[in-house]
């Protein structure tokens, strides 16, 4: 089981490019892939980024390809998304998630694990 804390998130202005972190505890983190995911009000769970276990591979929503970055750090046990040119529709609760799937999966059901969220609000 791992245990998952985001941070980084907070009130920013458009065409800024603030970083969130996902800090893991628990079992061994190079043990699974990551998943960034969002949720606005009134709207479902959607996916933005997922990296494979070692960091090699990943993949992205159409909606943020070329602007956020996910990459991960194994040897601090924390995961990142990097997120730049934000515009006020990528106003969302952000969650990171965790999976032991060895291929990138895209649904939240494929993570069994879950972070708390954190609030990423864009101002126009």
């Known amino acids: 089981q791992v245990q998952l804390v985001e941070s980084g998130g907070g009130l920013v202005q458009a065409g800024d490019s603030p970083r969130l972190s996902c800090a893991a505890s628990?079992?061994?983190?190079?043990?699974?892939?990551m998943g960034w995911f969002r949720q606005a009000p009134g709207k479902e769970r959607e996916f933005v980024a997922t990296?494979?276990?070692?960091?090699?591979?990943?993949t992205y929503a159409d909606s943020v390809k070329g602007r956020f970055t996910i990459s991960r750090s194994n040897a601090n046990n924390t995961a990142y998304l990097q997120m730049n040119s934000l515009k006020p529709e990528d106003t969302a609760l952000y969650y990171c998630?965790?999976?032991?799937?060895?291929?990138?999966?895209?649904?939240?059901?494929?993570?069994?694990?879950w972070g708390q969220g954190t609030q990423v609000t864009v101002s126009s």
């Open positions: 998630a965790a999976t032991l799937h060895i291929l990138l999966t895209t649904t939240p059901d494929g993570y069994a694990y």
């Open positions: 628990g079992r061994t983190f190079s043990s699974y892939a």
């Open positions: 990296i494979s276990r070692s960091g090699r591979s990943t």
